[in-house]
């Protein structure tokens, strides 16, 4: 008896051997041969139930399998691993036109610009190829390390040997740490946080709450705004009941609301003008709202096609106001290519959202969605007088190593999420 049940398992997992032996993909193989063991025993236990023997259930089941070389084939041809072309063909035109501002501006002729904007853009595209090629998957039972590793990077920033701007920095050799570097961690940390149904209410206040903290005592006010929105938006995809998340955000914007009418009692008067300056810049001409006004100046003289006076100075024109930059040196109808460019990326995300079958994967996206979109909408509203002037890059275009990781490290787990999509089981 133990020869034959010997002999039917080694039927099974010849059959399973040459169908995955037809696979190139080792994640594929692994998937199908799982896929199709469950499918095995379940045409196993049909079979056992019209009353054959293990043995006999056991072949019977394998040979309505079919052939395992056609059937390798077919598998291999429908999980082969995927790339979403377009993600890749809109990030090389991304990264192209990111060279246009040092163009205009004359600082392709500085070695030292042009070397560190090449260096960006291979460090960039090297984060999007690494992260395309892990499993996604693997990330999530690492919730834990990822939210400890941000925090341990804003804990050391407590102690900063660097200050830049205001901005608290820690260079360790060549390495400068800086807040933003905590994000992408939060990032991955928050999707396998709201993808675990034991976790609890208390939790998500507390590990929402300490970075808040540590970002404002940094004085990272863009950087804790744009994880705030992540988080905000990622609630809504989580494992809490719709009545939880319901009245998890109605408790959050009344905070904000009461945390904005206590914090007015105790504004400066010099961020006091800066308020108002935004508000109303005319008022603030010789002022804080000078660079408004400046900005105001450059678009209304760019033009359909831009501007043809050479030598204006547009402060921070190939960093947090390069949407400026773009459309003063190269026209209106430029920007509004340029941004529908930009919003691609937000399309493209949006239309692999419903294909993904699996919760975590969708958060990954959700959160990669909010990012990105938080970046995109607040720093060319911030050009358009929509939005306060502020340290926010936009995606892509800004000079700068970190705000480059950042998008490209939302691109490759688009990517690896998109390539895995149908190696997911859904039972």
Request: proline fraction near 4%.
């Amino acid at each position: 008896m133990r020869g034959e049940r010997s002999l039917t398992n080694n039927k099974k997992q010849i059959f399973l051997n040459e169908v995955t032996d037809q696979i190139r993909s080792k994640e594929a193989k692994n998937y199908v041969a799982n896929e199709l063991n469950y499918h095995l025993k379940e045409a196993k236990r049909i079979w056992v139930e019209k009353g054959l023997p293990e043995g006999e259930a056991e072949e019977k089941a394998v040979e309505q399998m079919g052939s395992p070389t056609k059937l390798g084939i077919q598998m291999n041809k429908l999980h082969r691993p995927k790339v979403d072309w377009w993600l890749v063909i809109l990030l090389a035109v991304a990264l192209g036109l990111s060279f246009l501002p040092m163009i205009s501006l004359g600082y392709m002729e500085s070695r030292h610009f042009l070397i560190f904007k090449i260096l960006i853009v291979i460090v960039g595209i090297a984060a999007v190829a690494i992260l395309m090629l892990i499993d996604y998957r693997k990330w999530e039972k690492h919730g834990w390390l990822f939210y400890i590793l941000g925090i341990f990077l804003l804990l050391i920033l407590q102690f900063p040997n660097v200050v830049i701007n205001g901005l608290p920095l820690f260079k360790l050799g060549p390495v400068t740490i800086e807040s933003m570097m905590a994000v992408p961690l939060f990032f991955l940390a928050w999707a396998a946080f709201f993808n675990n149904e034991k976790f609890k209410i208390w939790q998500f206040v507390l590990l929402l709450c300490i970075p808040m903290f540590l970002f404002f005592s940094l004085r990272s006010i863009p950087i804790s705004y744009i994880y705030f929105v992540m988080v905000f938006i990622m609630l809504w995809w989580s494992k809490f009941s719709r009545k939880v998340i319901i009245t998890i955000s109605t408790a959050i914007v009344g905070s904000i609301v009461l945390a904005s009418f206590l914090v007015w009692q105790l504004v400066q008067p010099y961020q006091m003008v800066r308020i108002l300056a935004f508000l109303d810049p005319e008022n603030y001409a010789d002022g804080a709202g000078f660079t408004i006004l400046k900005i105001q100046e450059f678009l209304s003289k760019a033009g359909w096609f831009g501007s043809t006076t050479s030598g204006e100075f547009i402060p921070e024109a190939h960093t947090n106001l390069v949407f400026v930059s773009f459309t003063y040196y190269y026209g209106w109808l430029f920007a509004i290519v340029l941004v529908a460019i930009l919003s691609l990326f937000v399309a493209r995300m949006v239309v692999i959202l419903p294909k993904v079958k699996d919760s975590y994967g969708r958060l990954l996206l959700i959160g990669g969605l909010a990012l990105y979109g938080v970046q995109l909408v607040s720093n060319i509203g911030m050009a358009l007088g929509l939005f306060p002037l502020t340290s926010m890059s936009l995606p892509f275009m800004s000079y700068g190593l970190m705000p480059t990781v950042l998008n490209a490290v939302i691109i490759g787990v688009v990517l690896s999420v998109y390539r895995r999509k149908d190696l997911v089981c859904v039972r």
